[in-house]
């Protein structure tokens, strides 16, 4: 009997507190109870279940946007931060953060994780805070940059991302485009060079950014350097225009497709290629903004990602036809 009057008290303080907005201490006076044994009681009334809170968030992304993309592309794994509101400098900061997280969770002992360059990525590297050390090896999966932005020094971010897991670091001793093909020769016949070649031929885990076609850049002021004027000679930029290139993945450019293109500038390019990317378990592109939609879709289409990380509405884009 002693345990039915408790449950009849617990849900009528329950109720009282929750569905008629009084405090703790209004009802305890009306029972004649310690204010104590209101919270008590309360609080065992959430742990038996009699109590259920559901936060409605009208931000949140729905769950059928992320299932229905995971179907169409035969995605593995997809993230979708909401993006609505938010400039494309900060988009990067948090689809960076998602994606930090996410490779908290998928990381594991022992892994080859190759990692490229770009924004999103530094973002990614910025946000990683690991609660424990992991043996895993970190590789630059594309050679340096002369920008001098920090997202695209390379050995610079995996010597970051080396030092939040406490992990071993590999470092690329080559840029990610030579002058000429006989110059890539060289570089790849060095010991360093064929060192880096074997681990993205083992890499378990590759993180890449997905970029623009060149020629889709622009100038936000008269200083800023094009990355297609920076790295590519003009009749390499026309070739990539006439072969309809939409982006890169590892500075390997791709066609609406999601295939490789055959270029003069991939002769001279020092970078794990996508049909060593195939080998990894996972493979995690982090895009987002409308600018990226096209170079993102060839990536799903061409099966060269598993797992997407990006925004809302670039997310309902490429659910478009």
Request: net charge neutral; with cysteine; charged share 25%.
């Amino acid at each position: 009997m002693q345990d039915r009057e408790r449950l009849r008290l617990m849900v009528q303080v329950s109720k009282m507190y929750y569905e008629q907005g009084m405090t703790q201490d209004q009802v305890a006076q009306v029972c004649q109870i310690d204010r104590s044994k209101v919270s008590r009681l309360i609080t065992q009334a959430r742990q038996d279940g009699f109590i259920q809170i559901q936060v409605l968030d009208p931000f949140s992304i729905d769950t059928n946007l992320t299932q229905k993309l995971k179907i169409k592309y035969s995605l593995e794994d997809i993230i979708i931060c909401d993006s609505i509101g938010v400039t494309e400098r900060e988009l990067k900061k948090v689809i960076g953060m998602y994606a930090a997280n996410f490779l908290l969770s998928i990381l594991k002992e022992g892994d080859i994780f190759a990692v490229s360059w770009g924004e999103t990525i530094y973002h990614t590297v910025k946000s990683l805070s690991p609660s424990s050390p992991m043996k895993i090896t970190v590789v630059p999966s594309v050679g340096g940059s002369g920008l001098i932005s920090p997202a695209y020094q390379i050995n610079d971010l995996v010597q970051e991302v080396a030092r939040a897991f406490g992990a071993e670091a590999k470092t690329l001793y080559a840029p990610a485009f030579v002058n000429s093909a006989e110059a890539k020769s060289e570089f790849i016949a060095s010991k360093d060079i064929q060192m880096i070649q074997e681990y993205w031929k083992k890499a378990t885990v590759a993180l890449v950014g997905l970029g623009k076609a060149p020629h889709l850049y622009e100038k936000k002021q008269e200083s800023d350097l094009l990355f297609g004027e920076f790295y590519l000679k003009p009749v390499e930029l026309e070739e990539i225009k006439s072969k309809e290139v939409v982006g890169d993945i590892n500075a390997r450019f791709i066609d609406c497709n999601g295939v490789e293109q055959d270029l003069i500038v991939h002769s001279r390019t020092i970078s794990m290629t996508l049909k060593e990317l195939k080998h990894c378990r996972k493979v995690i592109g982090v895009a987002g903004g409308l600018s990226k939609v096209e170079v993102i879709k060839a990536a799903l289409v061409g099966k060269q990602i598993n797992a997407l990380i990006t925004d809302s509405l670039t997310a309902m884009k490429l659910l478009e036809n």
